[in-house]
Nanobody, 111 residues
């Protein structure tokens, strides 16, 4: 059974940091591209960052220089380090591998 479980979300003040994790089981994690997406209320889901099987990364312009995607193949886990968080980063964040999605983790940036 395929499972993607995100964790690490929460409430943080503007300028703060969070680290999201995505624990993956049941699929060949090491050879898959991993993506972090987010969906804010009333908006479409958008890509935030992706990392290929070879470690090539790509970021949305809105998070470049602030977010870092990484993965640990030995732990079947992907990460999203989010620094200098802004109110506009408030959303539910989802992990994606192949056609599979996690349940999402809420990130709220508020003073």
């Amino acid at each position: 059974q395929v499972q993607l479980v995100e964790s690490g979300g929460g409430l943080v003040q503007p300028g703060g940091s969070l680290r999201l994790s995505c624990a993956v089981s049941g699929i060949a994690f090491s050879i898959g591209h991993v993506g972090w997406f987010r969906q804010a209320p009333g908006k479409q889901r958008e890509s935030v960052a992706t990392i290929s099987s070879t470690g090539f990364t790509n970021y949305a312009d809105s998070v470049k220089g602030r977010f870092t995607i990484s993965k640990d193949n030995a732990k079947n886990t992907a990460y999203l380090q989010m620094n200098s968080l802004q109110i506009e980063d408030t959303a539910i964040y989802y992990c994606n591998v192949w056609t599979y999605w996690g349940q999402g983790t809420q990130v709220t940036v508020s003073s």
